[in-house]
Each structure stands twice: as C-alpha cells, then as structure tokens.
T-cell receptor
Framework: GDSVTQMEGPVTLSEEAFLTINCTYT??????LFWYVQYPGEGLQLLLK?????DKGSNKGFEATYRKETTSFHLEKGSVQVSDSAVYFC?????????????FGTGTQLKVEL | GAGVSQSPSNKVTEKGKDVELRCDPI?????LYWYRQRLGQGLEFLIY????????KSGLPSDRFSAERTGESVSTLTIQRTQQEDSAVYLC?????????????FGPGTRLTVL
C-alpha cells in the first residue's frame, strides 16, 4: 500500500538557518503530494502541495519539488524564523481508485531558537 | 468564512462506554474525512464520505467504530464500548470535491481519553 517516510525529529535550528525536512513516498500511480503544518495549539493546515512530477509547491518561504525519479518531496526553507516552530507532516493522495484519502508520515517537529 | 469545527474538543470517558464525536464541515464541501492521530504517530485514515455515502470505510479499525453523515453536512463518528487503545485525537477534514488534488481542510480535533 501507499506509505510516506519522513525524517524523525525533533529538529532544532537557530534562527536564519537553512531547513531541509526529507520526505520519500511509496505509491501506485501518480500521487499528489502535500506538506501540512501544525503550529502549537492549532489545527493541521496545508502548507503547500504539488500534483504532478516536477511541480514545485511554495508558500511562506517554504518550497518542495515533486521528484518522481527519487520518489521524494523534501521541504526546504532558506532562513527559518522562531515562528516556524511547529510539527510538519508530509502526505500523499493517490490517483485512481481510492485516491481521496491522505496517507501521512509520522511528522517532524521543528524547533527554532534565537 | 467558517472552517471545519469539531465537538467536543476534549472527551474523557471510562472504558466500555460509548462516545459520539461531531464534525461540521465547511459549507458546500461535498467530501468529508475522519482521521485518527495516536500519540507519537502520524494520522491514520478512518473513513471518507462523498455526500452522505461512505465509499471508503477501509480505515475503521473494528466494528465498534461507525460513522454517518446527514444532509451532506454534519458527520458523527461513534465508538462503542471504548477501549484504552482508542485514546487519540480524532480529526475531521472536508474538501470541496473528492479528487486526489483537492485540498482537505482540517478541524481542530477531538482529544479522546479512555480511562
């Protein structure tokens, strides 16, 4: 079945550091890929998405490129802020039959310090 | 506009009791999903509604779990004879359509604790 593997946290960075959170997936067909973020005390919200190979999703300075050849969707940000501290979830939604449900990774906690 | 809402936000119950969790999706969203997040784990899909029908119930962990949706709006997830392993945050999401590229918008969740 479909699965998502993302790097384990917690990840602790200093403000203005470069961020990479790795995400790889296994899926049949051509999934859509998502990054969701959960800020402390808040609900899960979409950060960015890409629906086909080589697409780049971007939002709030974060970006991720859908790499079919490496089945990856790594999240990057050039300069993190304290306000980026949150848990980040990589997810996929398959195309084809049953292509509606999201399959999530286990989440990566990011802590940004001054 | 209003987002997805869920109630109650917290529920503590005793083992063996039944519980009902409610989800109010974004108005006009035809698709509704239930997920579960156990401590330290990712979200697990439970069930998906298209309108009032549930084409995919594959994630329901046992026959103690059931869900319904009425009026293409509110959904209720019912857990009968709760067990301690049911303790988790139950999340509801809705999307305008049910396609794999459609963004799912999540509610704040219901934290269920089974003593």
């Amino acid at each position: 079945g479909d699965s998502v593997t993302q790097m384990e946290g917690p990840v602790t960075l200093s403000e203005e550091a470069f961020l990479t959170i790795n995400c790889t997936y296994t899926a049949t067909g051509y999934p859509s890929l998502f990054w969701y973020v959960q800020y402390p005390g808040e609900g899960l919200q979409l950060l960015l998405k890409a629906t086909k190979a080589d697409d780049k999703g971007s939002n709030k300075g974060f970006e991720a490129t859908y790499r079919k050849e490496t089945t990856s969707f790594h999240l990057e940000k050039g300069s993190v802020q304290v306000s980026d501290s949150a848990v980040y979830f990589c997810a996929l939604s398959g195309h084809g039959g049953g292509g509606n449900k999201l399959t999530f990774g286990t989440g990566t906690q990011l802590k940004v310090e001054l | 506009g209003a987002g997805v809402s869920q109630s109650p936000s917290n529920k503590v119950t005793e083992k063996g009791k039944d519980v009902e969790l409610r989800c109010d999706p974004i108005s006009g969203h035809t698709a509704l999903y239930w997920y579960r997040q156990r401590l330290g784990q990712g979200l697990e899909f439970l069930i998906y509604f298209q309108g009032n029908s549930a084409p995919d119930k594959s994630g329901l962990p046992s026959d103690r779990f059931s869900a319904e949706r009425t009026g293409e709006s509110v959904s209720t997830l019912t857990i009968q004879r709760t067990q301690q392993e049911d303790s988790a945050v139950y999340l509801c999401a809705s999307s305008f359509k049910a396609g794999p590229t459609d963004t799912q918008y999540f509610g704040p969740g219901t934290r269920l604790t089974v003593l």
